[in-house]
């Protein structure tokens, strides 16, 4: 494995290597020593064209742990703001030595065209394109449900869960949609029609207007953010009428299964997607998909970079 540009280049037994990579990694950073030593003298570059909080700051904390030497690099205030083409940019990070980017880019397509390129020769690790892809965050969802609902097992076999909101925009989604169906969860998605992709009819998935009737019979209720900064047009008639038809409350909380959870990628809109009192009950495990973004970065870079899986007492 070379990059990691979207979940469809993944095969389920390199999946799980990297979920069990993490869970490794995640144990040693409980421990005292958090920093390991593996890619000491690597430098990885964060190319983000594009606002960022969570994964830009997971995979810093991510390289450092590996004691790599990070570069961050954002379009406010560099060049890129100027009009600087993907290639230039890609030009300047080689040389300088660049052995990993993680790029995050408004365009789909762009971390691809940096991995098809002869620009620059290290790994390209897509931290979200466009509307396209975001890999990295459906492995750390996936990394989360495991270890909520994974009864030991290595992939998520016969578990249910729910997909809710802006599918249309969401990178997130698409990204889940094909992990959780390689490793054998199935997955519905609830959305308004207007906030569907066209095509979704032929995703591996099934599709419902009605979130009352779902929420019961899921293990998983996984919300999206409403991105209202890529909506041109109107696609709901205001934010009341979404929330009361598609937003998770404390009403719909009661309906949910012993054991079901509750995540979000972040950033959330409370009050819109989710109420903050659901966003911070019980079932909510979304402060720990952040803490998980970590080890499953950690594992990323270390499959790409390192070459291997880690073993249990392999290290
Ligand atoms: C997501 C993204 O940027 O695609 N956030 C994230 O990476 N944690 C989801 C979103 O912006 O809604």
């Given at each position: 494995?070379?990059?990691?540009?979207?979940?469809?280049?993944?095969?389920?037994?390199?999946?799980?290597s990297?979920?069990?990579?993490?869970s490794e990694?995640?144990?040693?950073s409980?421990?005292?020593?958090k920093?390991l030593p593996?890619?000491?003298g690597?430098t990885?570059v964060?190319?983000?064209a594009?606002?960022?909080t969570?994964?830009?700051?997971?995979?810093?904390?991510?390289a450092?742990?590996?004691?790599?030497?990070?570069?961050n690099f954002?379009a406010k205030g560099?060049?890129?703001?100027?009009?600087?083409?993907?290639?230039?940019?890609?030009l300047t990070?080689?040389a300088?030595?660049?052995?990993a980017?993680v790029?995050r880019?408004?365009?789909?397509g762009?971390p691809q065209?940096?991995?098809d390129?002869e620009?620059?020769r290290?790994?390209v690790?897509?931290?979200g394109?466009?509307?396209?892809e975001?890999?990295?965050?459906?492995?750390l969802?996936?990394?989360?449900?495991?270890?909520?609902?994974?009864k030991?097992s290595?992939?998520?076999h016969g578990?249910?869960?729910a997909?809710v909101?802006?599918?249309?925009h969401?990178r997130v989604a698409r990204?889940?949609?094909?992990?959780?169906?390689l490793l054998?969860?199935?997955?519905?998605l609830?959305?308004?029609?207007?906030?569907?992709?066209?095509?979704?009819?032929?995703w591996p998935?099934?599709?419902?207007?009605d979130?009352d009737?779902?929420?019961?019979?899921?293990d998983?209720v996984?919300m999206?953010?409403?991105?209202?900064?890529?909506?041109g047009d109107?696609?709901?008639p205001?934010t009341r009428?979404y929330?009361?038809?598609?937003?998770?409350?404390s009403?719909r909380l009661k309906?949910?299964?012993a054991?079901s959870i509750?995540m979000h990628p972040g950033?959330?809109?409370?009050?819109?997607?989710i109420t903050?009192?659901?966003?911070?009950?019980a079932?909510?495990?979304?402060?720990?998909?952040v803490a998980?973004g970590?080890s499953?970065r950690?594992?990323?870079?270390?499959v790409?970079?390192?070459?291997?899986?880690?073993?249990?007492?392999?290290?």
């Amino acid at each position: 494995m070379r990059h990691l540009l979207s979940v469809s280049d993944l095969t389920k037994t390199q999946a799980i290597s990297i979920l069990d990579t993490a869970s490794e990694l995640a144990r040693i950073s409980d421990s005292t020593i958090k920093k390991l030593p593996t890619l000491r003298g690597r430098t990885i570059v964060n190319l983000f064209a594009e606002d960022s909080t969570r994964t830009r700051i997971s995979f810093e904390a991510a390289a450092k742990r590996l004691s790599a030497d990070v570069i961050n690099f954002s379009a406010k205030g560099s060049s890129l703001s100027k009009g600087e083409s993907l290639k230039d940019t890609a030009l300047t990070l080689q040389a300088m030595g660049a052995d990993a980017v993680v790029i995050r880019h408004s365009a789909s397509g762009a971390p691809q065209r940096l991995a098809d390129s002869e620009w620059m020769r290290g790994a390209v690790i897509n931290a979200g394109d466009g509307t396209h892809e975001h890999p990295s965050q459906a492995l750390l969802d996936a990394f989360t449900i495991r270890k909520h609902l994974g009864k030991g097992s290595s992939d998520l076999h016969g578990l249910r869960v729910a997909i809710v909101g802006d599918v249309l925009h969401s990178r997130v989604a698409r990204s889940n949609v094909l992990l959780l169906k390689l490793l054998g969860a199935s997955v519905v998605l609830v959305a308004p029609p207007t906030l569907l992709p066209v095509g979704v009819e032929s995703w591996p998935v099934t599709i419902s207007y009605d979130l009352d009737s779902v929420i019961p019979t899921v293990d998983v209720v996984m919300m999206l953010r409403v991105q209202q900064e890529r909506m041109g047009d109107l696609y709901f008639p205001n934010t009341r009428e979404y929330s009361r038809y598609f937003g998770l409350n404390s009403e719909r909380l009661k309906s949910m299964s012993a054991n079901s959870i509750i995540m979000h990628p972040g950033p959330m809109n409370r009050g819109l997607e989710i109420t903050a009192e659901v966003a911070d009950s019980a079932r909510s495990v979304i402060v720990e998909q952040v803490a998980n973004g970590v080890s499953v970065r950690m594992a990323i870079l270390y499959v790409l970079l390192a070459g291997q899986p880690l073993e249990a007492g392999n290290k």
